[in-house]
């Protein structure tokens, strides 16, 4: 059975900081491109970050670039997205998702897996 669960997420003033985290079983992780995405009430799912297999082919949106860093640990079955700076306008729920290729997709149908996501709410 695969999960994927998010953990790291909460709440946090306007210009702090989180990492997120996501933790992976009932896959081979190391063979997996990975990505992050969001949702904020009314809106569509986003692509915020994906990675390859092998911890390359990092690819951002460009509504992110600057602030989200992601980066995975294979030895750990773990994926990271590092936040800084952040906005009130980052308040979503936070989702990571196991791609169906080894490369990174950037929409939420190159996906294979989802995690259930974790909620992250930026105040004033």
């Known amino acids: 059975q695969v999960q994927l669960v998010e953990s790291g997420g909460g709440l946090v003033q306007a210009g702090g900081s989180l990492r997120l985290s996501c933790a992976a079983s009932?896959?081979?992780?190391?063979?997996?491109?990975m990505g992050w995405f969001r949702q904020a009430p009314g809106k569509e799912r986003e692509f915020l970050a994906g990675?390859?297999?092998?911890?390359?082919?990092?690819r951002y949106a460009d509504s992110v670039k600057g602030r989200f860093t992601i980066s995975r640990d294979n030895a750990k079955n773990t994926l990271y997205l590092q936040i800084n700076s952040l906005k009130l306008e980052d308040t979503a729920v936070y989702f990571c998702?196991?791609?169906?290729?080894?490369?990174?997709?950037?929409?939420?149908?190159?996906?294979?897996?989802w995690g259930q996501g974790t909620q992250v709410t930026v105040s004033s």
């Open positions: 998702a196991a791609g169906r290729r080894l490369g990174v997709e950037v929409v939420a149908g190159g996906y294979a897996y």
């Open positions: 990675i390859n297999w092998m911890g390359g082919g990092i």
């Open positions: 009932g896959i081979t992780f190391s063979s997996y491109a």
